[in-house]
T-cell receptor, first 115, second 110 residues
Framework: GAGVSQSPRYKVTKRGQDVALRCDPI?????LYWYRQALGQGPEFLTY????????KSGLPNDRFSAERPEGSISTLTIQRTEQRDSAMYRC?????????????FGPGTRLTVT | EDQVTQSPEALRLQEGESSSLNCSYT??????LFWYRQDPGKGPEFLFT???AGEEKEKERLKATLTKKESFLHITAPKPEDSATYLC???????????FGPGTSLSVIP
């Protein structure tokens, strides 16, 4: 079946512009995570949704970062007034309900470059 | 502060040469410890979840074990296709976020 998809796969933007990154989880998965991953490092937690509820946003670096999942499916991570330090790989992961809820399925990521 | 460290940073093995990767963690209460495999340019791929000390899980040439402070990923008779970065992560009982370690980059030489 279809896995987690993310779009765009690559995004180049100028400093000060807003960007929206999209995540389409696996159908039926209720939990959704956003991560940021630097080269040679493990994913860094940003935020977590259970259905449409944002349960934990403690990893968002500052108030320029926000995320939503209004209908409990597709999620959008928005970065306002981008800065060069925001350049990174942004990854989304989803988890099924029930006994396998700890298994996260990752998407291919969006590579964001801020010039 | 909860954290995860992994060692070694990189490991180079001959095909068939068994070894172990280490994951050390500090967490106030462990809900689960996870191992993932990540190939270059791709997202992490789930391997195992361990919940309590003494637990072991196996999959093909991989076996994961857990103590109260560490987890080990044992690789028996590795093949070149086992080359990847192996990530360890933990989730505490008091939160939903998952904390990843920096990973161990494994290269298996034919």
């Amino acid at each position: 079946g279809a896995g987690v998809s993310q779009s765009p796969r690559y995004k180049v933007t100028k400093r000060g512009q807003d960007v929206a990154l999209r995540c389409d989880p696996i159908s039926g998965h209720v939990s959704l995570y956003w991560y940021r991953q630097a080269l040679g490092q493990g994913p860094e937690f940003l935020t977590y949704f259970n259905y449409e509820a944002q349960q934990d946003k403690s990893g968002l670096p500052n108030d320029r970062f926000s995320a939503e999942r209004p209908e409990g499916s597709i999620s959008t991570l928005t970065i306002q007034r981008t800065e060069q330090r925001d350049s990174a790989m942004y990854r989304c992961a989803s988890s099924p309900p029930g006994g396998q809820r700890n298994e996260q399925y990752f998407g291919p990521g969006t590579r964001l470059t801020v010039t | 502060e909860d954290q995860v460290t992994q060692s070694p940073e990189a490991l180079r093995l001959q095909e068939g040469e068994s070894s172990s990767l280490n994951c050390s963690y500090t967490v106030s209460g462990l809900r689960g410890l996870f191992w993932y495999r990540q190939d270059p340019g791709k997202g992490p791929e789930f391997l195992f979840t361990l919940y309590s000390a003494g637990e072991e899980k196996e999959k093909e040439r991989l076996k994961a074990t857990l103590t109260k402070k560490e987890s080990f990923l044992h690789i028996t008779a590795p093949k070149p296709e086992d080359s990847a970065t192996y990530l360890c992560a933990v989730q505490g009982t008091s939160y939903d976020k998952v904390i990843f370690g920096p990973g161990t980059s494994l290269s298996v030489i034919p």
